[in-house]
Protein backbone atom coordinates (compact mmCIF):
# COMPACT_ATOMS: atom_id res chain seq x y z
CA UNK A 1 0.00 0.00 0.00
CA UNK A 2 2.50 2.78 -1.24
CA UNK A 3 0.43 5.88 0.26
CA UNK A 4 0.30 3.98 3.90
CA UNK A 5 3.99 3.51 3.40
CA UNK A 6 4.33 7.13 2.59
CA UNK A 7 2.48 8.40 5.78
CA UNK A 8 4.46 6.08 7.78
CA UNK A 9 7.85 7.39 5.96
CA UNK A 10 6.07 10.90 6.94
CA UNK A 11 5.45 9.79 10.75
CA UNK A 12 9.44 8.69 10.94
CA UNK A 13 10.62 12.16 9.51
CA UNK A 14 8.69 14.01 11.87
CA UNK A 15 10.18 11.61 14.97
CA UNK A 16 13.57 12.42 13.61
CA UNK A 17 12.86 16.13 14.05
CA UNK A 18 11.19 15.83 17.05
CA UNK A 19 14.11 14.13 18.77
CA UNK A 20 16.68 17.05 16.80
CA UNK A 21 14.78 19.48 18.35
CA UNK A 22 14.73 18.31 21.59
CA UNK A 23 18.66 16.83 21.75
CA UNK A 24 20.06 20.34 20.43
CA UNK A 25 17.31 22.19 21.33
CA UNK A 26 16.57 23.96 17.98
CA UNK A 27 13.43 24.64 16.54
CA UNK A 28 11.97 22.48 14.22
CA UNK A 29 8.40 22.82 15.04
CA UNK A 30 8.05 24.78 11.26
CA UNK A 31 8.77 21.59 9.87
CA UNK A 32 6.81 19.03 12.34
CA UNK A 33 4.06 20.96 11.24
CA UNK A 34 4.14 20.82 7.53
CA UNK A 35 5.24 17.07 7.27
CA UNK A 36 2.16 16.56 9.32
CA UNK A 37 -0.27 18.70 7.04
CA UNK A 38 1.40 16.61 4.55
CA UNK A 39 0.87 13.22 6.22
CA UNK A 40 -3.40 14.26 7.23
CA UNK A 41 -3.67 15.43 3.33
CA UNK A 42 -2.60 11.58 2.43
CA UNK A 43 -4.72 10.26 5.34
CA UNK A 44 -7.91 11.62 4.05
CA UNK A 45 -7.08 9.74 0.83
CA UNK A 46 -6.60 6.45 1.39
CA UNK A 47 -9.02 4.50 -0.28
CA UNK A 48 -11.85 1.38 1.68
CA UNK A 49 -8.96 -1.40 0.81
CA UNK A 50 -6.19 0.62 2.58
CA UNK A 51 -8.27 0.76 4.94
CA UNK A 52 -8.66 -3.21 5.40
CA UNK A 53 -4.86 -2.97 5.66
CA UNK A 54 -5.17 -0.51 8.61
CA UNK A 55 -7.55 -2.72 10.72
CA UNK A 56 -5.17 -5.56 10.14
CA UNK A 57 -1.98 -3.56 11.48
CA UNK A 58 -0.48 -6.24 13.42
CA UNK A 59 0.92 -3.30 15.75
CA UNK A 60 -2.93 -2.05 16.03
CA UNK A 61 -4.52 -2.67 19.55
CA UNK A 62 -5.75 -6.24 20.43
CA UNK A 63 -8.87 -7.40 22.41
CA UNK A 64 -6.14 -8.60 25.45
CA UNK A 65 -4.63 -4.78 24.86
CA UNK A 66 -8.11 -3.14 25.57
CA UNK A 67 -8.65 -5.71 28.64
CA UNK A 68 -6.20 -4.53 30.51
CA UNK A 69 -6.31 -0.69 29.47
CA UNK A 70 -10.35 -0.18 29.99
CA UNK A 71 -11.54 -2.99 32.38
CA UNK A 72 -10.60 -3.49 35.82
CA UNK A 73 -10.12 -6.67 38.27
CA UNK A 74 -10.48 -8.77 35.10
CA UNK A 75 -10.62 -12.89 35.81
CA UNK A 76 -11.29 -14.82 32.70
CA UNK A 77 -13.44 -18.32 32.66
CA UNK A 78 -12.86 -21.41 30.60
CA UNK A 79 -14.58 -23.74 28.69
CA UNK A 80 -17.84 -24.26 26.83
CA UNK A 81 -18.85 -27.18 29.34
CA UNK A 82 -19.23 -29.87 26.15
CA UNK A 83 -15.82 -30.23 24.37
CA UNK A 84 -13.07 -27.78 25.82
CA UNK A 85 -11.67 -24.17 25.58
CA UNK A 86 -11.35 -22.24 22.73
CA UNK A 87 -8.44 -19.61 23.26
CA UNK A 88 -9.72 -17.43 19.88
CA UNK A 89 -12.65 -16.20 22.24
CA UNK A 90 -12.13 -14.90 25.64
CA UNK A 91 -14.88 -14.55 28.44
CA UNK A 92 -14.84 -13.23 31.91
CA UNK A 93 -16.02 -11.00 34.55
CA UNK A 94 -14.92 -7.51 34.77
CA UNK A 95 -15.50 -4.13 36.83
CA UNK A 96 -15.64 -1.34 34.27
CA UNK A 97 -15.97 1.85 36.11
CA UNK A 98 -16.78 0.39 39.16
CA UNK A 99 -19.76 -1.69 37.75
CA UNK A 100 -19.44 -5.23 37.00
CA UNK A 101 -19.82 -6.45 33.55
CA UNK A 102 -19.40 -9.73 31.08
CA UNK A 103 -16.71 -9.36 28.66
CA UNK A 104 -16.59 -11.46 25.78
CA UNK A 105 -13.08 -10.94 23.13
CA UNK A 106 -12.09 -12.14 19.82
CA UNK A 107 -7.97 -12.50 20.46
CA UNK A 108 -5.75 -12.63 17.06
CA UNK A 109 -2.86 -13.02 18.97
CA UNK A 110 0.92 -10.78 18.93
CA UNK A 111 3.52 -13.04 18.13
CA UNK A 112 3.34 -16.12 15.74
CA UNK A 113 3.55 -18.56 18.74
CA UNK A 114 0.13 -16.85 20.61
CA UNK A 115 -1.38 -16.38 16.40
CA UNK A 116 -0.89 -20.37 16.10
CA UNK A 117 -2.52 -20.71 19.97
CA UNK A 118 -5.07 -18.24 19.42
CA UNK A 119 -5.68 -19.38 15.76
CA UNK A 120 -5.36 -16.11 14.81
CA UNK A 121 -8.94 -14.93 16.37
CA UNK A 122 -10.86 -17.53 14.34
CA UNK A 123 -13.14 -18.64 16.74
CA UNK A 124 -14.30 -22.81 17.05
CA UNK A 125 -18.04 -23.76 18.10
CA UNK A 126 -16.95 -24.17 21.79
CA UNK A 127 -15.75 -20.59 21.62
CA UNK A 128 -19.17 -18.95 20.34
CA UNK A 129 -20.89 -21.85 23.08
CA UNK A 130 -18.52 -20.38 26.08
CA UNK A 131 -19.89 -16.86 25.03
CA UNK A 132 -23.53 -17.95 25.18
CA UNK A 133 -22.51 -19.06 28.88
CA UNK A 134 -21.21 -15.90 29.84
CA UNK A 135 -24.28 -14.17 28.27
CA UNK A 136 -26.79 -16.35 29.66
CA UNK A 137 -24.62 -15.12 32.98
CA UNK A 138 -24.76 -11.96 32.23
CA UNK A 139 -28.32 -12.04 32.00
CA UNK A 140 -28.90 -14.17 35.25
CA UNK A 141 -26.67 -11.47 36.99
CA UNK A 142 -28.08 -8.69 35.58
CA UNK A 143 -24.47 -7.77 34.48
CA UNK A 144 -24.26 -6.06 30.66
CA UNK A 145 -22.19 -7.54 28.45
CA UNK A 146 -19.50 -6.35 26.45
CA UNK A 147 -18.10 -7.31 22.77
CA UNK A 148 -15.09 -6.89 21.12
CA UNK A 149 -14.84 -7.88 17.84
CA UNK A 150 -11.56 -8.55 16.00
CA UNK A 151 -12.06 -11.65 13.47
CA UNK A 152 -11.29 -12.87 9.80
CA UNK A 153 -13.87 -15.06 10.21
CA UNK A 154 -15.42 -18.17 12.26
CA UNK A 155 -12.61 -21.30 11.72
CA UNK A 156 -14.00 -22.66 8.60
CA UNK A 157 -12.02 -26.40 9.08
CA UNK A 158 -14.09 -29.32 8.75
CA UNK A 159 -13.65 -29.96 12.84
CA UNK A 160 -14.97 -27.22 13.82
CA UNK A 161 -18.20 -28.38 10.81
CA UNK A 162 -18.30 -31.71 12.83
CA UNK A 163 -18.92 -29.70 16.08
CA UNK A 164 -21.65 -27.63 14.76
CA UNK A 165 -19.85 -23.89 13.98
CA UNK A 166 -23.15 -23.09 11.90
CA UNK A 167 -25.52 -23.71 14.77
CA UNK A 168 -23.26 -22.75 17.42
CA UNK A 169 -23.57 -19.20 15.48
CA UNK A 170 -27.17 -19.25 14.60
CA UNK A 171 -27.97 -20.15 18.13
CA UNK A 172 -25.86 -17.08 20.11
CA UNK A 173 -27.50 -14.76 17.31
CA UNK A 174 -31.39 -16.05 18.76
CA UNK A 175 -30.06 -15.98 22.53
CA UNK A 176 -28.45 -12.12 21.80
CA UNK A 177 -31.74 -10.84 20.26
CA UNK A 178 -33.24 -12.04 23.44
CA UNK A 179 -31.26 -11.00 26.12
CA UNK A 180 -32.14 -9.07 28.85
CA UNK A 181 -29.64 -7.38 29.88
CA UNK A 182 -27.45 -4.65 27.69
CA UNK A 183 -25.47 -5.51 25.06
CA UNK A 184 -22.35 -2.87 23.76
CA UNK A 185 -20.19 -4.68 21.10
CA UNK A 186 -17.39 -2.90 19.52
CA UNK A 187 -15.15 -3.39 16.38
CA UNK A 188 -11.40 -3.22 16.82
CA UNK A 189 -10.51 -4.75 14.52
CA UNK A 190 -11.86 -7.03 11.56
CA UNK A 191 -15.37 -7.86 11.55
CA UNK A 192 -15.78 -10.56 9.05
CA UNK A 193 -18.78 -12.69 8.47
CA UNK A 194 -20.92 -14.83 11.05
CA UNK A 195 -17.66 -15.31 12.52
CA UNK A 196 -18.51 -11.38 14.26
CA UNK A 197 -21.71 -11.35 14.05
CA UNK A 198 -21.84 -14.27 16.46
CA UNK A 199 -20.84 -11.80 19.55
CA UNK A 200 -22.39 -8.80 17.27
CA UNK A 201 -26.38 -8.53 17.78
CA UNK A 202 -25.90 -5.57 20.13
CA UNK A 203 -28.18 -2.74 21.56
CA UNK A 204 -25.17 -0.33 20.63
CA UNK A 205 -22.29 -1.43 18.01
CA UNK A 206 -19.55 0.80 17.84
CA UNK A 207 -16.84 0.60 15.21
CA UNK A 208 -13.44 1.96 15.02
CA UNK A 209 -12.30 4.74 12.35
CA UNK A 210 -10.37 2.24 10.46
CA UNK A 211 -11.83 -1.25 11.04
CA UNK A 212 -14.73 -2.78 8.93
CA UNK A 213 -17.61 -5.18 8.75
CA UNK A 214 -18.83 -7.36 6.24
CA UNK A 215 -20.92 -10.94 4.88
CA UNK A 216 -17.26 -11.43 3.86
CA UNK A 217 -13.50 -10.09 3.51
CA UNK A 218 -12.59 -8.41 0.04
CA UNK A 219 -10.43 -11.31 -1.06
CA UNK A 220 -13.35 -13.88 -0.41
CA UNK A 221 -16.03 -11.67 -2.50
CA UNK A 222 -13.52 -11.25 -4.92
CA UNK A 223 -12.77 -14.80 -5.55
CA UNK A 224 -16.62 -15.67 -5.61
CA UNK A 225 -17.24 -13.00 -8.09
CA UNK A 226 -14.27 -12.99 -10.20
CA UNK A 227 -12.33 -15.79 -10.22
CA UNK A 228 -9.48 -14.03 -8.86
CA UNK A 229 -8.44 -12.53 -5.38
CA UNK A 230 -6.29 -9.62 -6.98
CA UNK A 231 -10.01 -7.78 -7.27
CA UNK A 232 -10.01 -7.32 -3.21
CA UNK A 233 -10.17 -3.68 -3.90
CA UNK A 234 -12.81 -3.35 -6.12
CA UNK A 235 -14.40 -5.99 -3.56
CA UNK A 236 -13.39 -3.60 -0.66
CA UNK A 237 -15.27 -0.53 -2.16
CA UNK A 238 -18.66 -2.44 -3.74
CA UNK A 239 -18.83 -3.87 -0.03
CA UNK A 240 -19.22 -0.36 1.30
CA UNK A 241 -17.63 -1.91 4.96
CA UNK A 242 -16.04 0.84 5.87
CA UNK A 243 -16.99 3.15 8.88
CA UNK A 244 -18.57 5.80 6.99
CA UNK A 245 -20.74 3.36 4.72
CA UNK A 246 -21.77 1.38 7.67
CA UNK A 247 -22.88 4.70 9.91
CA UNK A 248 -24.23 6.24 6.81
CA UNK A 249 -26.82 3.20 6.39
CA UNK A 250 -27.29 2.73 9.81
CA UNK A 251 -25.52 0.07 10.75
CA UNK A 252 -23.15 0.84 13.20
CA UNK A 253 -24.50 3.73 15.97
CA UNK A 254 -21.17 5.36 16.71
CA UNK A 255 -17.45 5.69 14.68
CA UNK A 256 -14.51 5.82 17.70
CA UNK A 257 -11.76 8.52 15.71
CA UNK A 258 -8.05 6.87 15.05
CA UNK A 259 -5.33 8.60 15.09
CA UNK A 260 -3.61 9.99 11.29
CA UNK A 261 -2.26 5.90 10.44
CA UNK A 262 -4.52 4.58 12.41
CA UNK A 263 -5.02 3.04 16.04
CA UNK A 264 -1.63 0.99 16.98
CA UNK A 265 -0.35 5.16 16.12
CA UNK A 266 -1.64 6.07 19.75
CA UNK A 267 -3.01 3.08 21.06
CA UNK A 268 -3.35 4.12 24.80
CA UNK A 269 -5.43 7.51 23.90
CA UNK A 270 -7.28 5.15 20.94
CA UNK A 271 -8.20 2.56 23.83
CA UNK A 272 -9.04 5.60 25.89
CA UNK A 273 -11.96 6.82 23.56
CA UNK A 274 -13.31 3.26 23.57
CA UNK A 275 -13.64 3.43 27.20
CA UNK A 276 -15.25 6.57 27.05
CA UNK A 277 -17.72 5.72 24.48
CA UNK A 278 -18.73 2.24 26.36
CA UNK A 279 -19.54 4.43 29.51
CA UNK A 280 -21.73 6.67 27.29
CA UNK A 281 -23.69 4.46 25.95
CA UNK A 282 -24.06 2.11 29.27
CA UNK A 283 -25.18 5.61 30.30
CA UNK A 284 -27.90 6.02 27.42
CA UNK A 285 -29.00 2.76 28.67
CA UNK A 286 -29.37 2.71 32.31
CA UNK A 287 -33.01 2.69 33.36
CA UNK A 288 -34.21 0.74 30.96
CA UNK A 289 -36.61 -1.78 31.48
CA UNK A 290 -36.05 -5.47 30.47
CA UNK A 291 -39.39 -4.48 28.19
CA UNK A 292 -38.45 -1.12 26.86
CA UNK A 293 -34.24 -2.51 25.94
CA UNK A 294 -35.91 -5.46 24.25
CA UNK A 295 -38.02 -4.19 22.29
CA UNK A 296 -35.59 -0.84 21.37
CA UNK A 297 -32.86 -3.76 19.79
CA UNK A 298 -35.74 -5.65 18.05
CA UNK A 299 -36.67 -1.79 16.50
CA UNK A 300 -32.73 -1.77 15.37
CA UNK A 301 -32.62 -4.24 13.53
CA UNK A 302 -35.76 -4.14 11.53
CA UNK A 303 -34.65 -1.05 10.48
CA UNK A 304 -31.66 -2.56 9.06
CA UNK A 305 -32.39 -2.94 4.97
CA UNK A 306 -35.01 -1.03 4.84
CA UNK A 307 -35.44 0.51 1.62
CA UNK A 308 -38.00 3.15 -0.74
CA UNK A 309 -38.70 2.21 -4.35
CA UNK A 310 -39.40 4.98 -6.80
Known amino acids: MDVLRKIEEIQEQIDRFARLARDERVDASEVISALKEKQIKLWKDINDWERVAVARNSERPRAVDY ?13 DRCYGDDKAMIAGLAKFNGRGVVVLAQEKGGDTSERLKRNFGMPHPEGYRKAQRLMLLAQKTRKP ?3 LIDTPGAFPGIEAEERGQGFA ?14 IIAVIIGEGASGGALGIGVAD ?13 SPEGCSAILWKDASKAEIAAKALKLTSKNLMDMGIVDMVVEE ?3 GAHMDSVGTMDRVGRAIKALLADMEGLSEEEL ?5 EKYRRMGKHTSI
Open 67 to 79: IGRIFEDFIELHG
Open 145 to 147: VIC
Open 169 to 182: IASNLMVMSRLKTP
Open 204 to 216: RLVILENSWFSVI
Open 259 to 261: PVG
Open 294 to 298: LRQRY
